[in-house]
Nanobody
Framework: VQLQASGGGLVQAGGSLRLSCAAS????????IAWYRQAPGKQRELVAA???????DYADSVKGRFTMSRDNAKNTVYLQMNSLKPEDTAVYYC???????????????WGQGTLVTVSS
């Protein structure tokens, strides 16, 4: 199983970006899937998550600006980021709890990260 994140880049404050994370491999089920970010000199933090139970959870710092969505047919999640601020600058990672293979095994996976830079 692999997670491939893409869509990062340089954007001015107030702008928008959409990140994608595609899961590939012998996937039976994607359980919880989430976006994390890590800014320089800071700890990695949860940005948004779609838990196995449904719904979407957001960090307070991104509520109302970021929207996470999921395309089950493509095993892909998206993070639409609007009204970006310089403090959103970070490497963004996708993380997923996936049941895959045969016999089924359930493991946690990280994507490689995509850099988002927001200039003021």
């Amino acid at each position: 199983v692999q997670l491939q994140a893409s869509g990062g880049g340089l954007v001015q404050a107030g702008g928008s970006l959409r990140l994608s994370c595609a899961a590939s491999g012998r996937i039976f089920k994607i359980n919880t899937i989430a976006w994390y970010r890590q800014a320089p000199g800071k700890q990695r933090e949860l940005v948004a998550a779609i838990p196995d139970s449904g719904g979407t959870d957001y960090a307070d710092s991104v509520k109302g600006r970021f929207t996470m969505s999921r395309d089950n047919a493509k095993n892909t999640v998206y993070l639409q980021m609007n009204s970006l601020k310089p403090e959103d600058t970070a490497v963004y990672y996708c993380n997923a709890d996936i049941t895959a293979g045969y016999p089924f095994t359930r493991q946690n996976y990280w994507g490689q990260g995509t850099l988002v830079t927001v200039s003021s």
